[in-house]
């Protein structure tokens, strides 16, 4: 507490706070820490870290992911785990993003699809078509064990490939057919499909890739992520 209230009062952590809900929740992740491996945090981790808290208190999810992050910096046996990117990564994640991927960081390969609309064959080119993406990065997102449509599961997937968390590729797919098997009755699909296919000749396709955890999003998971996070429903493994 001697160590981090300076860097609280600084970064506008109310005074209530940090003696009390602050105090209670690091000495909970300090507690296993041994006293010889207990070590003043590197700074370019610390201040944007105790920054992140103070802009986090109504935020549950996303301050356990910083104070988790703190306390990895503080504990000498794994603090070079504890890179400085990670509380800006944090930063640019919602409550719903940290608790998706509490669970779906612990994977590694994902089943994903594109939903395309193909376009009608050109007379100057028989047989070549073009299309329009319906939907794009669509996943097998449950809720109460029913399949659902996350308006913000694209946008997400984009979010987690830009800070690096994961890969998206539809040039490969998995090789067990099962994997996709959701995709039959997916909302999305189904609601595409009801819409443009409407003759003997399909125009909907369902293409299908691969979501990656790379091992930067491994290493952040293993940092940050603690069962502090709320649960959820990722799509499952693969």
């Known amino acids: ?11 506008g952590i109310s005074r209530d706070y940090f003696e009390n809900d602050f105090a209670e929740e690091m000495a909970d992740r300090v507690a296993a820490i041994p006293e010889e491996s207990l070590v003043t945090p590197a700074l370019n981790v610390a201040g944007p870290t105790v920054q992140g808290i103070a802009f986090t ?3 549950p999810d996303l301050r356990a992911m910083y104070l988790n992050l703190l306390a990895t910096a503080s504990d000498s046996r794994v603090s ?32 994903i699809v594109e939903v395309r609309l193909q376009g009608p064959s050109s007379p100057d080119a028989p047989g070549a078509t073009g299309y329009n993406v319906l939907a794009t990065h669509v996943l097998n997102w449950t809720s109460s064990g029913q399949q659902v449509q996350d308006p913000q599961g694209a946008l997400q997937v984009v979010n987690w490939v830009r ?7 539809y040039a490969t797919s998995i090789t067990d057919p099962a994997a996709y098997e959701w995709t039959e009755t997916h909302p999305v699909v189904v609601a595409m499909r009801g819409r443009y296919d409407k003759t003997d000749a399909p125009r909907v ?9 790379t091992p930067f999003g491994r290493e952040f998971a293993r940092v940050v992520m603690g069962s502090e ?10």
Do not use: C
Not at 81 to 110: C, K, M, W
Not at 163 to 169: A, E, F, N, P, S
Not at 229 to 238: H, N
């Open 229 to 238: 996070l709320g649960e959820t429903s990722p799509p499952p493994a693969a």
């Open 57 to 59: 208190v109504d935020e």
């Open 1 to 11: 507490m001697k160590i981090w209230q300076p860097l609280g009062m600084l970064f």
């Open 163 to 169: 800070l690096g968390l994961v890969t998206v590729d």
């Open 80 to 111: 070079s785990g504890a890179h400085p990117s990670f509380a800006e990564i944090i930063r640019q994640l919602t409550s719903a993003e940290a608790r998706a991927l509490a669970t779906l960081l612990t994977d590694v390969n994902y089943p």
């Open 205 to 213: 396709t369902v293409v299908r890739g691969v979501l990656s955890v």
